[in-house]
């Protein structure tokens, strides 16, 4: 059988990038995407389950395509010493929906920017350097936002920014939370320069849930040491687990926090900071000087994406999707042994599976296994750890559309438990618990 049209793209796409884990080589080509859906170039259709956690409001929105045509005919560009209305717009409707003190926002090209910009704020408003992060998370891929991930990244990259500290996270598995407010504690301790900010992620993208008061506990040590807390919300914010900011299940304000990834609504790329506006206070310095940070298309395309969030209820959507979703994974659990339930908030989800009734265990061949079963019945996931895929669902997903999901999800899952599928091309060779594309 000859290379079909998805093949040869995908070998000219792996002759002409730089290979790296997750994207290049690619597992296909698309020619399509909208709502729920991808669309290969021999035609095969899947459901995406995954997104890059950027498809908040569905793939190719009708609406922010439109709106976007409108202003490419305009002002598509806007150097960045002018302001522009979508801008101007974007920044309020953000400020509005912020519960906290006085604030002011800036934007930039990515989250990873964004997470340096914010890593800038806290540096002149405290005068220190150092930072507190949790082990295993993400924040981007710029030198200042990576080195915050790991604390022993590859050696081959070099030395990372000086005064990192890397605490437990809260989903290890042995007293996960006590081990992070030990580290956290020892860090302010021991920090010479001091901290300028803890900076995690209030629900984690692997969809693990803090316990209740632990991230209170968090605010109150970054209060009584002068620190600022810096929440990353790139992948969920906006709605996607069912409060708008997703620091809003946890109790506890921050200083700063960081929206990406979906703000675009999954077609431009677009990043904000969201800071207390006590924080200005290097006027002087060029703390995010992107070349589109005001440009007129990204700043209309986020603007249109929150005014759909508010307008068609998709928050109220997300956190009502997630109990029925429970619930029907829940039914699924007790009809097939390989699935054991799901958590997360909202939207932002993870199935968990259960290898040994599979007769494997966790890790990265239980992973692949599962997102391999889950490609062949027409569902785009990602592993979230060695037991787990991505349940992440656009919050405009109709009762239909779920309901075929489900579906799909059962028949992939019984496939798991009864064999071996045929593994997916060019998955990464390792899954680590902070995988994520």
């Given at each position: 059988?000859?290379?079909?049209v998805?093949?040869?793209?995908?070998?000219?796409?792996?002759?002409?990038?730089?290979?790296?884990?997750?994207?290049?080589?690619?597992?296909?080509?698309?020619?399509?995407?909208?709502g729920?859906?991808?669309?290969?170039?021999?035609?095969r259709?899947?459901?995406?389950?995954?997104?890059?956690?950027a498809?908040?409001?569905?793939?190719?929105?009708?609406?922010?395509?439109?709106?976007?045509?409108?202003?490419?005919?305009?002002?598509?560009?806007?150097?960045?010493?002018?302001?522009?209305?979508?801008a101007?717009?974007?920044?309020?409707?953000?400020?509005?929906?912020?519960?906290?003190?006085?604030?002011?926002?800036?934007?930039?090209?990515?989250?990873?920017?964004?997470?340096?910009?914010?890593?800038?704020?806290?540096?002149?408003?405290?005068?220190?350097?150092?930072t507190?992060?949790?082990?295993?998370?993400?924040?981007?891929?710029?030198?200042?936002?990576?080195?915050?991930?790991?604390?022993?990244?590859?050696?081959?990259?070099?030395?990372?920014?000086?005064?990192?500290?890397?605490?437990?996270?809260?989903?290890?598995?042995?007293?996960g939370?006590?081990?992070?407010?030990?580290d956290m504690?020892?860090?302010?301790?021991?920090?010479?320069?001091?901290?300028?900010?803890v900076?995690?992620?209030?629900?984690?993208?692997?969809?693990h849930?803090?316990?209740?008061?632990?991230?209170?506990?968090?605010?109150?040590?970054?209060?009584?040491?002068?620190?600022?807390?810096?929440?990353?919300?790139?992948?969920?914010?906006?709605?996607?687990?069912?409060?708008?900011?997703?620091?809003?299940?946890?109790g506890?304000?921050?200083?700063?926090?960081?929206?990406?990834?979906?703000?675009?609504?999954?077609?431009?790329?677009?990043?904000?900071?969201?800071?207390?506006?006590?924080?200005?206070?290097?006027?002087?310095?060029?703390?995010?000087?992107?070349?589109?940070?005001?440009?007129?298309?990204?700043?209309?395309?986020?603007?249109?994406?929150?005014?759909?969030?508010?307008?068609?209820?998709?928050?109220e959507?997300?956190?009502?999707?997630?109990?029925?979703?429970?619930?029907?994974?829940?039914?699924?659990?007790?009809?097939?042994?390989?699935?054991?339930?799901?958590?997360?908030?909202?939207?932002?989800?993870?199935?968990?599976?259960?290898?040994?009734?599979?007769?494997?265990?966790?890790?990265p061949?239980?992973?692949?296994?599962?997102?391999?079963?889950?490609?062949?019945?027409?569902?785009?996931?990602?592993?979230?750890?060695?037991?787990?895929?991505?349940?992440?669902?656009?919050?405009?997903?109709?009762?239909?559309?779920?309901?075929?999901?489900?579906?799909?999800?059962?028949?992939?899952?019984?496939?798991?438990?009864?064999?071996?599928?045929?593994?997916?091309?060019?998955?990464?060779?390792?899954?680590?618990?902070?995988?994520?594309?």
């Open positions: 059988m000859g290379k079909t998805t093949d040869n793209l995908v070998d000219r796409d792996a002759a002409a990038f730089f290979h790296q884990e997750g994207s290049s080589p690619c597992i296909a080509a698309l020619r399509a995407a909208e729920i859906w991808l669309e290969d170039m021999d035609g259709r899947f459901i995406d389950l995954h997104g890059n956690t498809h908040h409001i569905g793939h190719r929105h009708p609406e922010v395509v439109a709106a976007l045509k409108r202003q490419l005919e305009t002002l598509p560009f806007s150097p960045r010493r002018f302001t522009n209305e979508s101007v717009a974007l920044a309020e409707k953000l400020l509005a929906r912020w519960p906290g003190a006085p604030a002011k926002v800036l934007f930039a090209t990515g989250g990873s920017d964004a997470i340096e910009i914010a890593l800038k704020l806290a540096r002149v408003a405290t005068g220190r350097h150092d507190i992060s949790l082990e295993g998370c993400y924040h981007g891929h710029g030198f200042g936002a990576f080195g915050l991930s790991e604390a022993h990244p590859d050696t081959r990259l070099g030395p990372l920014l000086p005064g990192r500290w890397h605490a437990t996270p809260y989903w290890a598995l042995d007293r939370p006590e081990r992070m407010l030990e504690r020892r860090a302010f301790a021991q920090s010479e320069g001091g901290i300028a900010a900076i995690a992620e209030p629900i984690r993208s692997n969809c849930l803090p316990p209740a008061g632990l991230w209170q506990e968090v605010r109150r040590l970054c209060d009584q040491h002068g620190a600022l807390l810096i929440f990353d919300e790139i992948p969920s914010g906006l709605g996607k687990t069912g409060r708008f900011f997703a620091f809003a299940h946890v506890a304000l921050p200083d700063a926090v960081v929206l990406g990834k979906s703000l675009g609504g999954g077609i431009l790329p677009i990043a904000a900071v969201i800071a207390d506006a006590r924080l200005n206070v290097a006027p002087e310095l060029d703390l995010g000087h992107y070349t589109h940070e005001k440009n007129p298309l990204t700043a209309l395309a986020a603007l249109m994406t929150i005014e759909i969030i508010e307008r068609d209820g998709l928050v959507r997300a956190a009502e999707l997630e109990t029925r979703i429970t619930e029907r994974i829940a039914e699924l659990a007790r009809r097939t042994p390989s699935i054991i339930g799901v958590r997360g908030r909202g939207l932002l989800l993870a199935v968990e599976f259960d290898p040994t009734v599979c007769r494997m265990t966790a890790g061949e239980f992973a692949a296994r599962l997102v391999s079963a889950c490609m062949a019945e027409g569902l785009s996931t990602t592993a979230k750890g060695g037991t787990s895929i991505g349940f992440s669902l656009p919050m405009t997903i109709t009762d239909a559309e779920l309901g075929l999901v489900i579906d799909k999800l059962e028949r992939a899952a019984v496939v798991v438990h009864s064999t071996s599928p045929a593994p997916l091309r060019n998955l990464p060779s390792a899954w680590p618990e902070n995988y994520i594309e």
